[in-house]
């Protein structure tokens, strides 16, 4: 029995999307359902991977003559023939993988017209203008996706036409107009391509389904998949969904549109998209002409107007989600094309979640795992600070929110390139295309002079979460001269705009960014999220500012306070110098004692700020070179000092001389010295010391060499200091009536032997600052592990240590021996690319190496300690599938940057309801 490559739309199962791809299982719903679809069927994306595996791209044997029988049951169901002259039937052939990836595959409409069949549709219809305005649109869309013709050729043929004509707009073309393009297109089919346009209906539909296939290979495809980490774990090929044709250009009785059940750049609970009266589908989402909102309609078409609110309402009902879905109006009946579940940015799907979990559509936990917690990085975009002297100077449609300022290009190829030199760009085009995708991802907002909100620029940035402002009527953009016309303004490539697009607004030059607001439904979602969520979510955080910036952002606690990051301030630096270069251990403490008050103060403000919460202090960490100028930059500091020293004295002889000259004149000159030539041998002098120190403090690998507690131990008057200032500070907070819970880290370490002598330093200093103060300090006393050796010794650390922190960044860089800064310049993007590693274990926790060392230390030290409080506080604290580990180890708590602290929360929420 041969295999079942093709299932009807009224057999298919609608839940297996992975077979049928999104839309074809959609489309199978929809009619089981009862919903008005247009009849067809879907080949299967196993049809399709069997297709691209054959060495020779041959369709899998018994696929055509499955899809033949096939058409004879839409034959019977429509009253139509497939290749017919006299009552023709004509298909779309569109794409649809397991997830949605709108436009980065082909789709061709109108598929089965010849010369002959074109007679029988003008008989049928009775309308000439309609029939060559299908027909031409077929061989350009045909030409295009399945015989490889460029856009531009057809697009030039086109543009004759209508300068031919006097008109501007498709629709004003008559039928003979539309004739004479048909013509056109046809020779520009047959010199591109060396062959006559093929005429053979069947012919036309291998072809096609052949091109959906090769679609999934596509470049764009293949970027779009790359950007958005879809695995073929996740889709894999795309299927092909065959569906008789409803037309939308008939006459003024018809029109097309896409529609959103919800706003999907607010969430805002109305109907939102556009549609166009005598038109197909392309003409909506390619831009080509400027839409109406579907609002409008009420007016124009009041009872499917109606019928479209009743649809919408079906839609998001059934399938509990806001639907995206496209729709046809043929001569008055309303047909739905197709529908999906709608991207958004994070702004409407946070708002949406909420909304829909109070309407009682969905539970809270539904809400929770509808959002992506990465996507929410969307929602700490600025926006844009506008005084009263910026006026635009041109607006469109705001079509994906946000505010982005960039230099402005005009092609996608040039706006990649310059994306990856690090350059800020603006993609500026006529309108966009599915091409035009890798384009979007290095730029920061995509502006088009035509589209509307539901073009493909708009759906993509949408998705994105990149400020997109659609349809601005106002620009002429000229991609060939690479510059735009604005009234009496002209960008050319390489002037700074600056687009809005929460308004549609456009400017010249760069507008001021602020920061985006937290939202009351994303406190609504994060408080929902911590209450299913079993991991804490903490900051890193080092001085006050950030600690706010957290607390904002919903952190519990800060789970790193990296102590360096105090010592770099400009007014304190010098005093952290003197300790340094310091060759006594006396000299050495005069500038801690200078330090001590000011690092006590560090952490009584980060105290009051976060109690009671946690606050977890790493003592020092970094070699202490690092806090020196670079060698040859004092080197040639003191060469100019030391010419300047010969100026000096050069300009001391010229004025005691000057002044013995003229020492018997009523007035004489005076030479002004610029300098106390004392003065500058001081500073001569310290930076010598400087020098000398740097020098000798010179390691061929200091990551690996004296910092962290091996620094502590050797020098212990330096971590006695900070331990003294962290235990004052909350002694302090204590008198003043603040609840607060210090927690000292040390890092680096490797052996429970350099953890027991920095403990009992902390105790001594612990009962001396008690005792001054007359009062009970509360102060946990941990270890970072970071050292592939401290992990493997984690149980003999437990005796000292009352806490782990896992520091994943240097633990990965121990693990993988990788330097991160030479391995993510150098060889570590090959490795991905080559899949050698999946991922960038800097950026992704690697589970399965360092992932191990820290279930094995997590399970040996809390045999010792049993509930032992275990966090992480790397870059991967902040990382949603990095947190789903953490959860699945048994980690107390993940720390992170402040804003992916809401990101963590969610990603907390995900892990637990995951592991149920």
Not at 362 to 377: F, G
Not at 477 to 505: F, N, P
Not at 661 to 689: G, N, R, S, Y
Request: net charge negative.
């Amino acid at each position: 029995m041969s295999k079942t490559w093709v299932y009807s739309f009224s057999d298919g199962n609608g839940k297996d999307k992975k077979l049928l791809g999104g839309k074809g299982a959609n489309l199978c719903e929809l009619t089981q359902t009862g919903i008005r679809v247009p009849p067809g069927f879907v080949i299967t994306t196993e049809a399709c991977l069997a297709y691209l595996e054959d060495e020779k791209h041959r369709l899998p044997p018994s696929l055509m003559s499955q899809v033949t029988d096939h058409l004879r049951l839409l034959e019977l169901n429509t009253g139509k023939k497939f290749g017919d002259a006299l009552k023709p039937l004509l298909l779309s052939v569109r794409s649809g993988s397991a997830l949605s990836m709108p436009g980065m595959m082909d789709t061709i409409l109108n598929l089965g017209l010849n010369p002959d069949t074109l007679k029988g549709l003008l008989v049928a219809t009775d309308n000439e203008r309609f029939c060559y305005d299908v027909y031409r649109r077929f061989i350009q869309l045909f030409g295009k996706v399945a015989l490889g013709v460029p856009d531009a050729l057809f697009d030039e043929e086109f543009e004759k036409v209508k300068e031919r004509a006097g008109v501007k707009q498709d629709v004003e073309l008559s039928a003979w107009d539309l004739s004479d393009v048909c013509t056109s297109f046809l020779q520009v089919v047959k010199q591109f391509t060396g062959k006559p346009f093929p005429h053979d209906p069947y012919e036309q539909l291998e072809i096609a389904i052949k091109a959906v296939f090769n679609s999934w290979m596509g470049k764009r495809a293949i970027d779009y998949r790359r950007e958005f980490k879809i695995t073929p774990d996740m889709a894999n090929g795309t299927a092909v969904n065959i569906v008789a044709m409803v037309f939308g250009n008939m006459s003024n009785k018809s029109a097309t549109g896409v529609g959103f059940t919800r706003d999907p750049g607010t969430g805002e609970n109305v109907i939102f998209g556009e549609y166009l009266v005598n038109a197909q589908g392309e003409d909506v989402v390619a831009g080509i002409r400027t839409p109406k909102p579907i609002a409008a309609m009420a007016h124009e078409m009041p009872d499917l107007f109606r019928e479209l609110m009743e649809l919408r309402n079906k839609l998001e009902s059934h399938f509990k989600e806001v639907q995206d879905f496209e729709f046809t109006i043929e001569e008055g009946i309303l047909y739905c094309l197709q529908t999906r579940n709608g991207k958004m940015n994070a702004t409407a799907m946070v708002r949406t979640s909420v909304e829909m979990a109070e309407e009682g559509l969905i539970t809270k936990e539904q809400a929770l795992l509808r959002i992506k917690p990465e996507t929410l990085e969307q929602l700490l975009f600025p926006r844009l600070n506008i005084s009263d002297d910026v006026a635009p100077i041109a607006s469109g449609l705001p079509a994906s929110p946000g505010g982005a300022s960039g230099i402005a290009v005009f092609d996608a190829d040039r706006a990649e390139k310059m994306g990856r030199e690090g350059l800020k760009v603006i993609l500026v085009r006529e309108e966009t295309k599915p091409e035009d995708i890798h384009g979007f991802f290095a730029s920061q907002g995509i502006l088009t002079s035509r589209g509307g909100k539901t073009s493909h620029a708009a759906v993509v940035a949408r998705g994105m979460g990149k400020p997109c402002v659609a349809g601005a009527e106002g620009i002429h953009v000229d991609v060939r001269l690479r510059h735009a016309l604005i009234g009496k303004y002209q960008i050319t490539e390489g002037d700074v705009i600056t687009i809005d697009g929460s308004t549609g607004a456009v400017y010249l030059g760069e507008v001021p960014l602020i920061d985006a607001e937290f939202s009351s439904d994303l406190a609504t979602l994060l408080s929902w999220a911590d209450a299913v969520a079993r991991l804490k979510v903490m900051a890193n955080a080092d001085i006050p500012s950030d600690a706010k910036r957290a607390l904002k952002f919903g952190a519990m606690g800060i789970g790193l306070c990296r102590t360096e990051r105090m010592f770099n301030d400009p007014s304190r630096l010098p005093i952290v110098i003197d300790m340094i270069i310091a060759d006594t251990k006396e000299d050495r403490q005069k500038a801690l004692d200078r330090l001590l008050p000011i690092q006590r103060e560090d952490f009584k403000n980060l105290f009051t700020i976060m109690a009671p919460c946690p606050v977890t202090i790493r003592l020092l960490d970094p070699p202490i070179h690092e806090f020196l100028p670079q060698e040859q930059h004092l080197i040639d500091e003191i060469d100019i000092l030391r010419n300047l020293r010969k100026n000096l004295r050069g300009m001391k002889v010229l004025s005691e001389n000057v002044a013995f000259m003229f020492q018997h004149d009523d007035v004489h000159p005076i030479v002004q010295t610029p300098a106390d030539p004392e003065l500058l041998d001081a500073v001569i002098l310290k930076k010598e010391t400087m020098l000398n120190k740097v020098r000798s403090l010179h390691e061929v690998n200091p990551m690996l060499g004296h910092r962290g507690v091996r620094l502590g131990l050797t020098f212990p008057e330096i971590y006695s200091m900070q331990i003294r200032a962290i235990l004052e500070a909350a002694a302090e907070c204590l008198k003043n009536g603040v609840d607060v819970h210090p927690e000292i880290m040390i890092p680096q370490v490797c052996t429970a032997q350099e953890l027991k002598r920095v403990k009992e330093w902390v105790t001594d200093i612990h009962k001396d600052v008690e005792s001054a103060y007359r009062l009970t300090i509360n102060c946990s006393f941990g270890s970072m592990l970071e050292v592939v050796r401290a992990c493997m010794r984690a149980e003999n650390l437990a005796e000292e240590a009352e806490f782990f922190s896992f520091g994943t960044n240097d633990l990965t860089q121990a693990t993988f021996s990788f330097s991160r800064e030479d391995a993510e310049n150098k060889f570590l993007p090959m490795y991905n690319m080559n899949h050698i590693l999946q991922d960038n274990p800097f950026e992704v926790l690697d589970v399965k190496g360092v992932g191990k060392l820290m279930e094995l230390a997590v399970l040996w030290g809390r045999a010792t300690r049993p509930g032992m409080k275990v966090g992480i506080c790397g870059e991967h604290g902040g990382h949603p599938s990095s947190i789903e580990f953490c959860h699945q180890i048994g980690l107390t708590y993940v720390s992170c940057s402040g804003p992916r602290v809401p990101i963590a929360r969610l990603a907390a929420a995900h892990a637990a309801i995951h592991a149920r």
